[in-house]
């Protein structure tokens, strides 16, 4: 069995910043694609940003050069550092994995709210 826990969100003033962590746990053989989505209310959830085991990076348009991921193979965890905050980017982020074990399967977080006022 795998668990995602995710940790990191909260309330922030616009311009600021704050870092979101995403560890996975159990029964793992390999971790390929780690990736950060998010929902705002009554719209659907959106792509922000994606890393390869590679550690090739695909962003959002509206994220570019003002969020970063990263990840720690060592500690199956995924990042993401997110600056010059809006508060367009007010919204539940939740982590995605694709994590093999006997087949390759895609995980959810439990998502972690991210509230920007202005």
């Known amino acids: 069995q795998v668990q995602l826990v995710e940790s990191g969100g909260g309330l922030v003033q616009a311009g600021g910043s704050l870092r979101l962590s995403c560890a996975a746990s159990?029964?793992?053989?390999?971790?390929?694609?780690m990736g950060w989505y998010r929902q705002a209310p009554g719209k659907q959830r959106e792509l922000v940003a994606t890393?390869?085991?590679?550690?090739?990076?695909i962003y959002a348009d509206s994220v570019k050069g003002r969020f970063t991921i990263s990840r720690d193979n060592a500690k199956n965890t995924v990042y993401l550092q997110m600056d010059s905050l809006k508060p367009e980017d007010t919204a539940i982020y939740y982590c995605?994995?694709?994590?093999?074990?006997?087949?390759?399967?895609?995980?959810w977080g439990q998502g972690t709210q991210v509230t920007v006022s202005s």
């Open positions: 890393i390869t085991s590679g550690s090739s990076t």
């Open positions: 995605n994995v694709y994590i093999r074990t006997l087949s390759l399967t895609r995980y």
């Open positions: 159990g029964s793992i053989f390999s971790i390929t694609s």
